[in-house]
């Protein structure tokens, strides 16, 4: 079989796959929309850039017109930052839900904008749930806004969005989500989930390349928006007011990754949209979870909150494992892989999204095998402190 038979092909010859949450693995296609020039203010490039954001818009379940996207320049991040400059006001006040690096990182981005806000932070990997958002709300009455991270992309668990929404709008209050790691693969319909604005970038679940994200946004609530951001260049009103009166990005847009972009939708709606994707993404994760526990590993979190996007493993107790070398095996096997980011115990990452597929993911269960063997590693079974770590997992 040629290499551009197979569904999911080789990056490229001697390219590895990234089995990380994005940047990731891209299309051919995908990287080919980039060969080609295009001016920011020409007709062609503004329908592309419209072409983008009512993709967007339909992929969040919306059909009356009532949520707007607005793409912003930079990595996710800077979208982040402007919806939370935009739509927390500047005497509002937001709880942060945290429980992991991308929660904490939204808190730190309200302590440098200056606006209040309070936390519950769940540490590495406990899900924030329903009934502790409404205590929370009850108790705080100065709370506006509340922010949750829908995939944290840190542990990889799969965050309870869905309650969260209940227990905020219940209270009267407002939800911002960060979807960055899941949007595009895992349901935030509008019509089911209810929120102010959510947020994404270009080389998530959509599988493109990095260079932008964009916003989801209420109109209403969008419209309201004027005269809150902090920042000129990231104000998500100001942006969406450009790009309504003129087609165009306020600022130098990204040309090149808004093409790949295109593309990388054009393959997502070809696969089956967000049911497909999610699906693809779940399978991956499944056949390589089975397989590395058929090694020996272990996953910190249990099933029940495994997001298909990334998977958290301990490393193993034995002492002839370690991180940096299986790292490099890895790689030479043609997979780069994901240092861990718990602070108690050591771990790695997997990622299932990208574009690949189960028969990638048995090559990279395969490769562990033998980077195992490489390292003269007798089992994967983690250390008895890991354990004990993850038994305090919420059931
Ligand atoms: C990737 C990601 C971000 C943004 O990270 P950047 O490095 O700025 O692109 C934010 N939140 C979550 C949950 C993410 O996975």
């Given at each position: 079989m040629t290499a551009s038979a197979?569904?999911?092909?080789?990056?490229?010859?001697g390219e590895p796959y990234l089995l990380?949450?994005?940047p990731l693995t891209t299309a051919f296609s995908t990287k080919e929309a980039m060969l080609k020039d295009w001016g920011s203010w020409d007709a062609d490039f503004r329908a592309m850039t419209k072409s983008i954001c009512d993709q967007i818009v339909a992929l969040a379940g919306d059909?009356?017109?009532e949520f707007v996207c607005v793409p912003m320049q930079g990595s996710g991040s800077f979208s982040v930052e402007a919806m939370l400059g935009t739509f927390v006001p500047r005497d509002g006040k937001a709880l942060v839900l945290a429980n992991g690096a991308y929660g904490l990182r939204a808190a730190e981005t309200m302590r440098y904008l200056g606006r209040a806000y309070t936390l519950i932070d769940k540490g590495d990997y406990m899900p924030p749930r329903g009934d502790e958002v409404g205590a929370a709300l009850d108790a705080d009455p100065a709370i506006t806004h509340v922010v949750a991270i829908h995939c944290e992309t840190s542990s990889g668990i799969l965050n309870p969005v869905a309650e969260i929404s209940e227990a905020v709008y219940a209270r009267g209050r407002k939800l911002l989500i960060d979807s960055m790691s899941a949007f595009g693969a895992i349901d935030l319909d509008v019509n089911r989930i209810r929120y102010e604005a959510m947020v994404s970038s270009a080389n998530k679940c959509i599988e493109g390349v990095p260079g932008f994200g964009f916003v989801v946004a209420r109109r209403s609530e969008l419209e309201a928006?004027?005269?809150?951001?902090?920042?000129l260049a990231l104000d998500l009103h100001a942006q969406w007011a450009y790009l309504q009166k003129t087609?165009?990005?306020?600022?130098?847009?990204p040309t090149h990754v808004v093409a790949a972009f295109l593309e990388a939708l054009r393959l997502h709606a070809e696969e089956g949209g967000v049911p497909a994707r999610g699906a693809r993404y779940t399978r991956n994760r499944d056949v390589m979870v089975e397989g590395m526990r058929g090694l020996g590993f272990e996953t910190l979190l249990k099933d029940r909150w495994l997001s298909p996007i990334i998977v958290t493993f301990f490393c193993p107790?034995?002492?002839?494992?370690?991180f940096a070398r299986f790292y490099d095996l890895m790689k030479a096997k043609g997979f780069i892989i994901y240092p861990g980011k718990l602070t108690v115990v050591d771990s790695f990452r997997v990622g299932?999204?990208?574009?690949?597929d189960e028969h990638v993911m048995r090559r990279v269960v395969q490769a562990a095998k033998e980077a195992l063997a490489e390292m003269g590693v007798a089992s994967a079974a983690p250390p008895e402190a890991a354990i004990a770590e993850r038994a305090k997992l919420a059931a």
């Amino acid at each position: 079989m040629t290499a551009s038979a197979a569904p999911f092909p080789a990056p490229r010859l001697g390219e590895p796959y990234l089995l990380t949450p994005g940047p990731l693995t891209t299309a051919f296609s995908t990287k080919e929309a980039m060969l080609k020039d295009w001016g920011s203010w020409d007709a062609d490039f503004r329908a592309m850039t419209k072409s983008i954001c009512d993709q967007i818009v339909a992929l969040a379940g919306d059909t009356r017109g009532e949520f707007v996207c607005v793409p912003m320049q930079g990595s996710g991040s800077f979208s982040v930052e402007a919806m939370l400059g935009t739509f927390v006001p500047r005497d509002g006040k937001a709880l942060v839900l945290a429980n992991g690096a991308y929660g904490l990182r939204a808190a730190e981005t309200m302590r440098y904008l200056g606006r209040a806000y309070t936390l519950i932070d769940k540490g590495d990997y406990m899900p924030p749930r329903g009934d502790e958002v409404g205590a929370a709300l009850d108790a705080d009455p100065a709370i506006t806004h509340v922010v949750a991270i829908h995939c944290e992309t840190s542990s990889g668990i799969l965050n309870p969005v869905a309650e969260i929404s209940e227990a905020v709008y219940a209270r009267g209050r407002k939800l911002l989500i960060d979807s960055m790691s899941a949007f595009g693969a895992i349901d935030l319909d509008v019509n089911r989930i209810r929120y102010e604005a959510m947020v994404s970038s270009a080389n998530k679940c959509i599988e493109g390349v990095p260079g932008f994200g964009f916003v989801v946004a209420r109109r209403s609530e969008l419209e309201a928006a004027k005269g809150n951001c902090h920042s000129l260049a990231l104000d998500l009103h100001a942006q969406w007011a450009y790009l309504q009166k003129t087609g165009q990005w306020r600022y130098t847009p990204p040309t090149h990754v808004v093409a790949a972009f295109l593309e990388a939708l054009r393959l997502h709606a070809e696969e089956g949209g967000v049911p497909a994707r999610g699906a693809r993404y779940t399978r991956n994760r499944d056949v390589m979870v089975e397989g590395m526990r058929g090694l020996g590993f272990e996953t910190l979190l249990k099933d029940r909150w495994l997001s298909p996007i990334i998977v958290t493993f301990f490393c193993p107790a034995d002492p002839n494992f370690v991180f940096a070398r299986f790292y490099d095996l890895m790689k030479a096997k043609g997979f780069i892989i994901y240092p861990g980011k718990l602070t108690v115990v050591d771990s790695f990452r997997v990622g299932c999204i990208g574009r690949m597929d189960e028969h990638v993911m048995r090559r990279v269960v395969q490769a562990a095998k033998e980077a195992l063997a490489e390292m003269g590693v007798a089992s994967a079974a983690p250390p008895e402190a890991a354990i004990a770590e993850r038994a305090k997992l919420a059931a």
